[in-house]
């Protein structure tokens, strides 16, 4: 285990000089290939959902943070953080700052900790966090090599490394070490496939048995085409006020109970255990003692299961398993809606879609919808505290969010 | 892919297996580093010239390949690690069905791809079961 | 002034294909070509193997076999058919691979199948004048041969490398003279931009190979005083395995003296790999005070002709690399569409 030293942006003892931050608005586009759509459309239609949401104005937007991974890739344009607040009216009259945020495939969750830094710091008050990746404008050869640089270029793109073949690594060794099976991997696909069926926005509604994903074409030994989230466009905002303002926008402000980050190698090859992503532990770790909680106390999480072993590892890592049994506990039915720890009502990536930018923010969302009960035929009952996780990489960063349905 | 001063900063390093060690914590880099991960300010870089044997700490056979690298699937990429203690990503030449967690393997010079038909051709080392 | 090799080092890839495979495919009498090339299979280079992987494994053996430093080696020179690039040297590649940049010289050499031998020559010549302290000579290939032409049957991929000195200490094997024998002869050719050579036919044999391995082994045998019964081997370019017997024979050398070498019915002919790959097969079974014979011929045309005496060195360096029958005994048989996928004769998008 890495020896941890947790941070806590909300020391215990002692004037707290930070703020305690709510959302007070959501909004998911619907995630797939939305061929009629650009970027700026989709972000804008999330941003300015999210902001009616919050019954909030225009005017009264002090900064906006935008995750996306690779606009210049997938649609030739940098400067996104310009685009957004200018095609959301934000940036003609109001001139407010827009920063793009950037962290492969945790540009969302890092967007969302950028955006309640700078309430908590009292820096501002609304701010807006939007994340958001528009991948269908290019071939899928193209989009797979944008992808691939959130790894090692150098030293693992060199080598013919691709995020499957990464992945299906520590699947591999997982499997070798802790006895892990391809079945059990199915059934992280089976289950976030049985939860996007009941979320309106999803990508992929489709119930699919474990047959079908051992049946579905290899893409990197073990993990067939069914174990990898797909390529997907999409975007999803939130909008922050101060916890003690937030009542004055709705009568159901979630709270940020905690916001943490961790890094680790970028290459998978430096790891100091292939298996265990070392960010997502210290991350993890952090926000349980920023938010004084236990695993136990978490109702939901939504984790980042780019493929299923990712889903697996993340749950162990989370503290939500024990290293080696992720596989068990999936198969057991423990992550399932009604069971110990739901996992992934949304539908995950593998279901619900990921739109790289967009993930990490639109976990947020999901997590905010079950807190206030909206959740429908995917709500955990009487969910009191629920956990995001956003994942960069092969495990280079990690970002994790607490949230609380009470103050 | 295409960078050919990207690709000639390190054609020591891809071609002989040129890394580094810090002569502070006497750990090995490769691939290199400038900077001791360990000892940050306080390290002492020098070069290193790697034997080029190791073994599998694990693999997987890619179906769908990397851009660039169509021609050779599938083909197996492992996390290798050097018996003088670093790992690095590779491919493993040789048959898929021999390849097993453990495995020992040594270097060879191969082709890792190239520019398209015009443009150049990158070398660099692969492994090979030790026992070829 | 003595010079010699220092150490050799050979690489054959392990892909195999079969005559009968290629015969398949066109509808050819696979018995009667085998017998009358007396060629039963021929290397193949893996999809990410080329002249240059080639060439520098074979470098790299040599190093292994030397135990010298790189920093000596004054020249790198390897010759081919199938450099990868038109322009842009394969021995500055394989230079950076083996250590023996910069203070050096280097380029790349091309005369068809003796292309390597040349490099040989060249390499005596700076070592002997005292322009540099070792040179390293190599002849690899990854010979294309047309789709159901002849030479398809045997063009092949290897390569050999010869690390040549002049310490008495450090050689292996003394080369007490070499003579060539060279006219403008048009047996075999490939024009720039072109995939695959054109030949003469029946052109090749007496015009081409017979006339100028004849005259180059006469000459040397002549300049040297010697006769064929004073050698214990004797290597021929090896295109198929009747030419080099056929050659043994006008000369006065027996089939005895030329078999350790023939290494052509199990891999082919390695064009400026395949003399080198003879002499290197050669040198690893011969004792100390063995004499060997030696003519390449490349086509275009010309011949190299060499007088070797082995010295008590070879029996320490040989087991310090693989064997050329180590290189060759665990051969991967393959079909005609991956030969044709390696060979690039599919066109990939």
Known sequence: MPSIKARSAWPENGVSIMRDVAIIGVKNTNFGELWDQALRDIVVEAGIGAIEDAGASGKEIDALYVGNMSAGRFIDQEHIGALIADYSGLSKNLHIPATRVEAACASGGLALRQAIMSVASGHSDI???????????????????????AADREWEGMAGATFPGLYAMIAKLHMHRYGTTSEQLAEVAVKNHKNGH??????????????????????????????????????????????????????????????????????LHDRRDITTLDATVMAAKRAYSMAKLRPEDIDLVEVHDCFTIAEICAIEDLGFAEKGKGGIVTANGETAIGGRIPVNTSGGLKACGHPVGATGIKQAVEVVTQLRGEAGKR??????????????????????HIFSRER | MSSVPRFWRNLGSRYNLEGTRCKECENYFYPPRNFCVN??????????????TGEIVTYTLIHTAAEGFESQSPYTLAIIKLDEGPSLTSQVVGDPEKMHIGMRVKSIFRKLGEGGERGMIYYGTKFTPADT | MTIGIVSYGAYVPRYRIKIEEIARLWGDDAEALKNGLMVYEKSVPDIDEDAATIAVEAARYAMARSGVSPDRIGAVYTGSE????????????????????????????EF???????????????????????????GADVSQGAPSDALEYTAAAGGVACLIGRKESELAAIIEGTYSYTTDTPDFWRREGMPYPEHGGRFTGEPGYFKHVTNGAKGLLKKLET???????AVFHQPNGKFPAKAAKMLGFTQAQIEPGLV???????????????????????????????????????????????????????NMAPTVSELIKDPIYIDYAKYAKHKGKIRLA
């Open chain 3, 82 to 109: 199938s450099h990868p690039y038109a322009v842009k040297p394969t021995s500055t590649i394989v230079a950076q691979a083996i250590g023996a940049t910069p203070e050096m010289t280097a380029a790349d050499f």
């Open chain 1, 198 to 267: 009941f979320n309106p926005i999803a990508q992929y509604k489709n119930i699919i048995t474990v047959d079908d994903v051992l049946k579905s074409i290899m893409v990197a030994d073990p993990l067939h085409i069914f174990d990898c989230s797909p390529i997907t466009d999409g975007a999803s905002a939130v909008v922050l006020a101060p916890a003690d303002i937030a009542h004055k926008y709705t009568d159901t402000p979630i709270y940020i109970r905690a916001t943490t980050q961790a890094s680790d190698t970028i290459a």
């Open chain 1, 379 to 400: 709500q955990v009952a009487g969910a009191e505290y629920g956990m995001t996780h956003n994942v960069g990489g092969s495990g280079a960063t990690a970002v994790v």
């Open chain 3, 112 to 138: 068809a199948c003796k292309a390597g031998t040349a490099a040989v020559q060249a390499c005596m010549g700076l070592v002997g004048s005292g322009m540099i302290d070792l040179g390293m000579a190599i």
């Open chain 3, 227 to 233: 006769k064929p019964e004073d050698y214990d081997y």
């Open chain 2, 39 to 52: 000892c940050r300010r306080s390290g002492q870089i020098e070069p290193y010239k790697f034997k080029g």
């Open chain 3, 264 to 318: 052509v019915p199990r891999i082919g002919n390695t064009y400026s790999g395949s003399c080198l790959m003879g002499i290197a097969a050669t040198l690893d079974q011969a004792k100390p005070g063995d004499r060997i014979f030696a003519t390449a011929f490349g086509s275009g045309a010309g011949s190299d002709a060499f007088s070797i005496t082995v010295t008590d060195r070879i029996e320490e360096i040989r």
């Open chain 1, 127 to 149: 701010v807006v966090a939007a994340g958001a990746e528009k991948m269908t404008d290019v071939g899928t050869e193209e989009a797979s090599s944008a992808l691939a640089a």
